[in-house]
Each structure stands twice: as structure tokens, then as C-alpha cells.
């Protein structure tokens, strides 16, 4: 039996060391694709792990549902990421969260629901049934939570739902009083753990956090919209590795604490990188709800260029800065954006850049993914605070779908962008923009950067207006 046990630590010790070193090669998109590999490894060996561990204790019974349930599971893992398109992954990711802080909370429940059920089991070593009570209760606490408001999360970024074939806008509500009840409904989940401890055995006490708990979830991702949901997926992100950690505790399995830890830790550190890339506190973002709900309406119009005008000023460009946003994800014209950069390289000699905001898109290093995949050189993406010193040295900023990333707006001291950092695209010497229409972006504020005058819109699609421009780029 000491054989046996030693072989499940290192089983787990290897799984927890592979869950570290592929958090440590996600830090960069060259390794990324590795750090995943490495990661979904560890988790194999994990679950690998705990089934035989399982085997050498008490034995298994249902084996058929343990296999279906890894292969559905297996299943749906690999339709989703074979299916989903990129402008797609950030609502995959916040779904993700929900199921992680759900499953979680599940595994918490079934365990200390056996020992609340049947007194006469013993409880795991050193481990009190008040103790297994008080972490099912935070379990259930943060992992509802995480669910409802991941589920909400997703809607939110998606715009809607369609029910019957109606458009339905997920609204972002949040008066003044809104606070004080989730004030108030964290500190009654907080009162039920304390009685649940008083009582073990009552049941009801455990139902009651996890009704509170979904509401709460709902309530505190209901106010929050704009530009400050790439914040919410990342806090959602800790929250479903804390509800993993605390389920560890409960069934005494140390991996799961090990992955639950970093899954927090590393969710948490990148929601605070988050805050500060958008001039955030995060108290703010949760009570403060800076994203709104109501959209600017357009009152002034802009002429639209043409590929070749365009094509034409770029001829005599020595620098030229491409700023991706979501709407190069939406069209997924990277491949163009690409080519451009190759054609007015090897054509014109001309120096050409990338300015990465922090929250481009809809999630973190969303236009790194999208750029890596069409093999644009990592030495080219430079971060928002190193190019923005480059902007006035800038003989062109090409502005591919994004908008709140480079909004003038973001510098005033009011509405949903204000004190965000930006692109500070508007002090190139020319501006030219790829969108499809005047329309505002996802913090619903107009852009006074489209009615400049040495501003060039070109409206349409961006993989057709990329495809047009560079087709006159190569008849010059």
C-alpha cells in the first residue's frame, strides 16, 4: 500500500508540475500553443491519477459512467474549440468559467452531502464535519456565483440572446441601491455558513447559499458593460479556480488545490493587469459599473475615401503603425492585414508596426492570437505604452476595427472610457480607418477621432477593404 500511495504523490506531483510550467509558457504567444498542450496533459494525468487512486481504495463501481462521461466530455471539449471562431472565444472562455465554478461546486456538494446523510462515515483524516460544512458553503458560494454570472458574462458579450426569433439585448442595470443589497445578500450567505456550522446536518441552510449565490452572480455582473467585461471574464476566471481549491479541500485531493491555487492566483494577478490597463480600480469596476448601458446617437456624417487614394499616401509613407481592434476579428482579416504589412515592406521600404492595446477585442491578447496565427513577427506587436512615444513619428496609423481603444474620448474625465489609457492614434500625421460604418463601439461612446480632417475612412468590410487596398497597392 506505501507503493501504491507513492505512485499517486508522484502522479500528482507530475501533474501539478505540468499545470506550472504551461502557465509559465502561456505568458507569451510563441509558447502558448505548448503551454496549452502541456496543461491539457497535466489535467489527463490528473484524472488518470485519481481514477486509480480511486481503484486501489475502495474500488469503482461504474466504470461505464466514468468512461461515457470522460468521452462526452472529450466530446464536446473538442466540437466546441474546433467549432468556435475567434471573434467567438471570449464568450466560449466565460462559459468555460461557469462550468469550471459549477462543476466544482457539484463535486462539494455530492461529498459533503454523503457525510451530512450518513453520520456513521468517516470523515476524511483530520478533517472535522463543521470544517467540510464551512468549505462546502464557500464552495457553493463561489462556485454559483461564478456560473450565473459567467452565463451572464457570456450574454453580454455576445449582445443578446434569440428567443423565437426576436433579438433580445442582455441590459446593463445597476441604480444606487443595487450595492447595499449585494452587500447585503454576501453577508447572509455568510450568515447561513455560520448557522449551517451550528447545525451540520441541516440541509437547508446549504440550499439557501446556493439560491442566494446564483442571485448574487446575476447582480454583480448585471451593472457592468463596455469596455470593462475583459475585466469581469478574468475576476470570473479566479473565482471558478477558488471554488476548484476549496472542492480540493473538501475531498483531500492536493492536485486540485494545486490547480484550483493557480488557476486563482494567475486569474486574479491578470484581472489586476486588466484594472490597470484600463485606469480601473477594480471596487470600481464591480460597484461603480463605468461600462453603461446607453449608446451615443451619431449626429454628424464623414465622407468616405477610396483603396486607391489611400494606397496612394501610403506610397510616400516611411512608418506606418496598424492598430487591430475586434472588427479584424470579426471580418478575420489578419492574413490581409498581413500581406499589407509584407507588400509596403518589400515595396516602399517602409518601417511597419503593431500597436497591441491590452484590451483590444474582447478578451486579453485577443489580436496576439489572431496576428500570430497569420505568422506576423512577434518583434513587430509592440504594446500600447511602448508605441504610443511612435505615434507622432507615424507617417500613417491604419486602424483596422477598432474603435474604444483609440476614442479621444477615453482622455476626458467623463462617461464610460473616461481615464482609459488608449492608442494614441490620433497624433499620426495621418489617420486611416477600416470600419463599417460611423457607428460607436462596444462603451457606446462616438469617436471624435473618425471626423478629423486628416482622417481617411474607408467603409466596407475589413477583409474586402484590406483585399482592395492591397490590390492597389501593387498597381502603383
Known sequence: MMIDDQWIGLGYLLSASLFIFGLKRLSHPRTAPRGNQLGAMGMLVAVLTTVLQMELGDGIEGWILIASGLLIGGLIGWFMAFRVEMTGMPEMVALFNGFGGAASALVA?????????????????????????????????????????????????????????????????????????????????????????????????????????????????????????????????????????????????????????????????????????????LIDVLFKAFGGSDKEQLTRTKVGSDADEVAMMVDGAQKVIIVPGYGMAVSQCQHQVKEFADLISEKFDTEVKYAIHPVAGRMPGHMNVLLAEANVPYDQLIEMDEINPEMPEADIALIIGANDTCNPAARTNEGPLAGMPIIDADLARTVVIIKRSLSVGYAGVDNDLFYMDKTMMLFGDGKKMMNELNAAVKEL
Open 109 to 281: 456538494l455530492s461529498e459533503s452531502w454523503k457525510y451530512i446523510e450518513d453520520e456513521t462515515l468517516e470523515l476524511p483524516s483530520g478533517l472535522e464535519l463543521e470544517v467540510m460544512v464551512v468549505a462546502a458553503g464557500l464552495s457553493a458560494l463561489v462556485g454559483w456565483m461564478t456560473l450565473t454570472g459567467s452565463l451572464l458574462a457570456m450574454l453580454k458579450l455576445k449582445g443578446g440572446v434569440e428567443i423565437f426569433g426576436k433579438w433580445i439585448r442582455t441590459p446593463t442595470w445597476g441604480p444606487s441601491w443595487l450595492n447595499p443589497v449585494k452587500g447585503l445578500l454576501f453577508l447572509s450567505t455568510l450568515v447561513l455558513i455560520y448557522l449551517s456550522i451550528q447545525e451540520p446536518t441541516e440541509t437547508d441552510y446549504l440550499f439557501a447559499i446556493i439560491g442566494i449565490s446564483c442571485l448574487l452572480g446575476i447582480l454583480l455582473v448585471l451593472p457592468i458593460g463596455g469596455a470593462d467585461m475583459p475585466v469581469v471574464v478574468s475576476l470570473l476566471n479566479s473565482l471558478s479556480g477558488i471554488a476548484a481549491a476549496f472542492t480540493g479541500f473538501i475531498i483531500s485531493n492536493s492536485v486540485l488545490i494545486v490547480a484550483g491555487s493557480l488557476v486563482g492566483a494567475s486569474g486574479l494577478i491578470l484581472t489586476f493587469i486588466m484594472c490597470k490597463a484600463m485606469n480601473r480600480e
